[in-house]
């Protein structure tokens, strides 16, 4: 409940009790008795109390704390520029047994059957423990599936159903308004991490990708690694977005996930097939200054005195990538992947009561 439709009920509790909440005092009126007069004053003060716990606990918009993206041409092309395009040929040096680890929490282990064809690594460590939960469910849903040849598969149809209902935490998302991205609390908030690790790892084994939806803005923690390469990035939404690909490689693949507390990596193991992916054009362009001033919000589950920034300032750009993927047998395959990034305005999340 809002605090508009909480005002409008809690004066309409005093009405009916013949006092309104603008009076400083309930009214005398004949035949009302002293004791009815104090009863009838319990919503105006539970009304004023509940108010100013509204305007304590709800997100504040103020400036400083978190310094401004610097988003100048010079700096933001200095830093987004890639080394040496990579070109993947199989065998790789990745292939080889699935290592034994210990998996954190809800993950667990499943051993490949087959070489590991590509492994893909993103952090997540440093988030609050919604997203945590969130990501971690995510990879557990997600670890041991098992795509034929031949078949598509959805991201969303093995993780989901991405809601409350469906054990994920609320967190936070991402919502364009009037043209601007927000930042606003979301059930499963940081599955969409899933989704990146699991595209990157789709993306470096060349598999054909039916449908793929890029964040509103630039994370910083999907950037690539070791490439630096940007854009290589997915989002997953219950009533939105999804993640698919087609499997048209020699045989079955199987998707592995891991998730320690600090990064998830996904695996795809199966028969290499008889192909070499190269980048073979990356342009980063269209740049464009952040926004100013920062969000802050109170959550229950991050420790009193503790700060979390969910959300950095982020400069906008666009980014377009285009893969090449050949082989002896088979005509060339491109895939070209656009981004357009809107800039980002930060978000900070406070231990304390939750929102």
């Not at 950037?223 to 045989?251: C, K, M, Q, S, Y």
């Not at 998830?264 to 097939?273: F, I, K, N």
């Amino acid at each position: 409940m809002n605090a508009d439709s909480l005002t409008k009920h809690l004066r309409l509790s005093a009405f009916i009790c013949g006092c309104k909440l603008r009076k400083a005092r309930p009214p005398t009126l004949p035949g009302l008795t002293k004791t009815h007069r104090q009863i009838c004053a319990v919503p105006q003060l539970l009304g004023v109390a509940a108010l100013v716990l509204l305007a304590w606990s709800r997100p504040t918009f103020t400036t400083g704390a978190v310094p401004p993206a610097d988003c100048s041409p010079a700096v933001v092309r200095a830093a987004l520029s890639p080394p040496q395009l990579p070109i993947v040929t199989w065998p790789t040096a990745a292939t080889g047994q699935w290592p034994l680890a210990s998996f954190a929490r809800f993950v667990v282990q499943t051993p490949a059957p087959f070489p590991v064809l590509t492994r893909q690594t993103t952090p997540y460590g440093g988030s609050s423990p919604s997203r945590a939960h969130n990501v971690e469910l995510a990879a557990n849903r997600l670890n041991g599936a098992v795509v034929a040849p031949g078949e598509v598969f959805s991201l969303k149809q093995r993780i989901g159903p991405l809601t409350r209902s469906g054990g994920y935490a609320v967190d936070y998302g991402i919502v364009v308004e009037n043209g601007e991205a927000q930042t606003v609390p979301s059930p499963a908030g940081g599955a969409s991490q899933v989704a990146t690790t699991l595209y990157q790892a789709i993306f470096w084994a060349g598999y054909p990708i039916d449908e793929r939806t890029p964040h509103a803005y630039w994370i910083g923690r999907y950037g690539h690694e070791p490439t630096g390469l940007l854009g290589i990035e997915a989002t997953v939404d219950e009533f939105g977005a999804d993640l698919r690909f087609r499997n048209d490689g020699p045989g079955q693949l199987t998707i592995l996930a891991e998730a320690d507390g600090q990064r998830l990596s996904v695996s795809l193991s199966g028969e290499p097939p008889a192909w070499s992916i190269q980048v073979i054009e990356y342009r980063v362009d269209n740049l464009r200054g952040g926004t100013s001033g920062v969000w802050r919000s109170r959550e229950a589950g991050v420790p009193p005195g503790q700060r979390i920034v969910v959300a950095a300032s982020e400069c906008g750009f666009d980014v377009r990538l285009v893969r090449l993927v050949s082989g002896p047998a088979m005509p060339d395959r491109t895939l070209v992947a656009t981004s357009p990034y809107l800039p980002a305005r930060p978000v900070v999340v406070e231990g304390g009561r939750a929102w």
